[in-house]
């Protein structure tokens, strides 16, 4: 056919036929079913609309709607306010609509009922004010619809928002109580009623004897907060009464009356540096974190450091290892490998630093506030293999992470007669380390069913400690100083590493293919550190000798 030559169409599209004479009929039967379900929100969303006693009288519904399709002028869309949801599935409405506002039929409209309107029940008395509604609390609140009806042919379609009103005051927080810590204070209670959905406490914390200048100490979503400063900002002195009360405030922003006062005391009590320099503790620190911010920035520093020196040499090594993945077979041996690279280590261990094993202590100071308690402590290594010379050397970097926490001392306790206080102090301690590695691994490497890989390590270390308070700040002793410092020293290990790829042999040749990692493997080792500024004094001393397990891959 020429390609000017006009397309010929089917007969029935050309000529009006039974089948386009149908066709508006078709249309006018389906238009329903080919609508989207109708759009409708009430003030902007489609989610529940809370009224509460302070709204009650002058919030507007406004209410908004798209058919999103155009509907035929023989079809009626209304606006219900009905008390029951059935009203909104049946045409006509059953049970009787309350509200029923007939709309122009057009795609999209919108109007606007009050709250007050809105506010259907059966207590005697219309709106806000009817006695079901007002007495209507947050557990069980009473819940009236906005819906939208379109009709068209018959069909009947609907959307539909609950409106629920609660108007009764929550119940008043129960059970105050105060834990005094130091310029600080620890309040705890429980809710009035647990059916009722809280939103917020605010707890008002004012001088004994005075009254709240509107203002409010803390607000919180959960039942306990701790305070360190009243309603105008003031900071918590010691030994002065303050008065605790705890209001709850629902989700329909309905405030509770208060609680029953309880008056509670700010008592001093040492936190671990304060009671380490009490007992004669050199350390002044002073040159480590200024704020709980900072040390939180150093753990992540500590996590990233292996991945950034990995990052300086990854083009070089990148690039090797995408030739060599391109290169390698599933039938790979393991003579046909480059060189290994680098290693990566995970190690933890049980880590009680020897505080007290400072000359001219006249007490135990950590072990009076952390007790025995040994929290582990975790390690992240990366090794750059320089040389391979019947085994392997290796230069590299480690960081890490420890904390523990214990209760503070009471004032007046003596050596041997420790009394703790209900408040909380922190010591965290974040370890560097520059360190040379010397691995045996010439046997591993000959025999690839080898599985012992015996080595030994030494290196340079670097301890950032960080004493808090029980408000969480940076520990500063009476006595001078500051809690953060840092402590020099180095650090000896002896280990045993146990190849993995010996257990299987052509799995781990898979995982090199795969993966690029050369070896895996479990290693327990026993180390010495000595953090003591080379025994030069006026250092809080870290050092410590343990057993240490871990998991380490070579690349």
Known sequence: MPASAPARLAPSLLRPGPDMRLAPALAFALAPFAASAIIFNVNGSNADVLVGASNCKTLQLLANWDLQTQPFSSDSVRLLGVRNAASCTSNPPSPTAEITRNETVAQTGNDTISANQLALADG???????????GASSANPATNLLCLQWISGGTLTQASVNVKYALAKPTTPQGVGISAGDSHLRISWSAGNSAETIATYDVHVVPEGTTSDGGVADRVTVTNADIDHTDNGSALQ???????????????DNVSDPSLPVVG??????????????????????????????????????????????????????AAL????????????????????????????????????EPGLTGTPYHDVFGPRAPPRYQLEFD???????????LG???????????????????????QSQDTTTLNIFPFGLIATYRFDWLADRWERFPF??????????????????????????????????TNGYTTALGIAINLNALDVELAREAYVDTGIQRASLFAEYGWTSLSNF?????????????????????
């Open 124 to 134: 005697g008395t219309s709106g806000c004010d009817d006695p079901a509604i007002v």
């Open 238 to 252: 010691n030994d002065a009464g303050y008065t605790v009360t705890v209001v709850a405030r629902d989700t329909y």
């Open 265 to 318: 005391f700010p008592v001093f009590s040492a936190d671990f540096y304060d009671h380490y320099r009490d007992l004669g503790g050199s350390a002044e620190g002073g040159h480590g974190c200024a704020t709980g911010g900072a040390s939180a920035s150093i753990a992540a520093v500590a996590i990233a450091l292996a991945l950034l020196l990995r990052r300086r040499r990854g083009p070089r090594n990148g």
């Open 322 to 357: 995408i030739a060599l993945f391109a290169l390698a077979g599933s039938a790979a041996r393991a003579e046909d490998r480059r060189p290994r690279r680098f290693l990566i280590g995970f190690k933890m261990d049980r880590y009680d630093p020897k505080v007290d094993s």
């Open 384 to 394: 750059w293999e320089v040389a391979h010379p019947f085994g392997s050397i290796l």
């Open 397 to 419: 970097a480690t960081a890490g992470f420890w904390q523990n926490y214990g209760k503070t001392i009471v004032p007046g306790s003596t050596p041997g007669n420790v009394q």
């Open 453 to 486: 890989i015996p080595y030994a390590q030494a290196g340079l270390m670097r301890a950032l400690w960080v004493s808090y308070n029980g408000r969480g700040a940076v520990s500063d002793a009476q006595r001078g100083g500051r809690g953060s410092g840092w």
């Open 535 to 555: 025994h030069q004094g006026g250092a809080l001393i870290l050092s410590d000798h343990a057993w240490r397990f871990g998991v380490a891959v070579e690349f």
